[in-house]
């Protein structure tokens, strides 16, 4: 997986991530656990660097069967990571898949995430071939709902306790961008 920059704009470039990533990964998520744990699974107490290793194994070989793509976020001016984007759940059938994203505290509220799901999509869209990301989140987390509004991912619904995290039972809420709908995604920054 290269190191340069994979997909960018005036702002941020995402690329695979890489092995001298995990140090910077680790301490994002570590920094930003109190807004994670909520919303994701392993954004626990017990989080440590071999979870970062253990997440970097899986995505090499995810992208080396073409079955996810995760993106490292960074800035273009200093290269900070920023958080990560990716594309997972990939059904070639339906050329669907899903789409997730987390942008650490401190980059929170400077439109990161909404710029790395604007080149992401754009990535599945054209390159991949996808037709349709899903969005799914728990209906209480707003930030996460405010970057689907944000890129013109139309709402589709809410499924009643649709989503548990650990042993917390959320309503899910649903958004989609398709291929053939989503001039919105593809505007230049």
Not at 136 to 142: L, R, T
Not at 145 to 170: F, H, I, L, P
Not at 173 to 188: G, H, I, K, T, Y
């Amino acid at each position: 997986m290269s190191a340069t920059p994979f997909l960018t704009d005036s702002v941020i470039f995402l690329s695979p991530p890489h092995a001298e990533d995990l140090q910077e990964i680790y301490i994002a998520v570590r920094e930003s656990l109190k807004e994670l744990h909520p919303w994701i699974d392993w954004a626990t107490d017990v989080y440590d660097f071999g979870s970062a290793s253990r997440w970097f194994d899986h995505v090499q070989q995810a992208w080396s069967h073409s079955t996810a793509f995760q993106f490292a976020i960074k800035d273009v001016q200093s290269g900070q990571f920023l958080g990560i984007c990716g594309l997972d759940g990939i059904d070639k059938k339906s050329c669907c898949c899903n789409l997730s994203y987390w942008v650490r505290t401190g980059a929170s509220g400077r439109g990161i995430a909404t710029r790395a799901v604007r080149l992401v999509v754009r990535f599945g869209f054209q390159k991949l071939g996808l037709v349709r990301a899903e969005i799914v989140i728990a209906a209480s987390n707003h930030s996460s709902k405010r970057v689907a509004q944000k890129v013109g991912a139309r709402y589709e619904g809410t499924k009643n306790d649709g989503m548990v995290v650990r042993s917390e039972v959320y309503d899910a809420l649903l958004f989609s961008l398709n291929r053939a709908e989503s001039d919105d995604v593809f505007r230049p920054d």
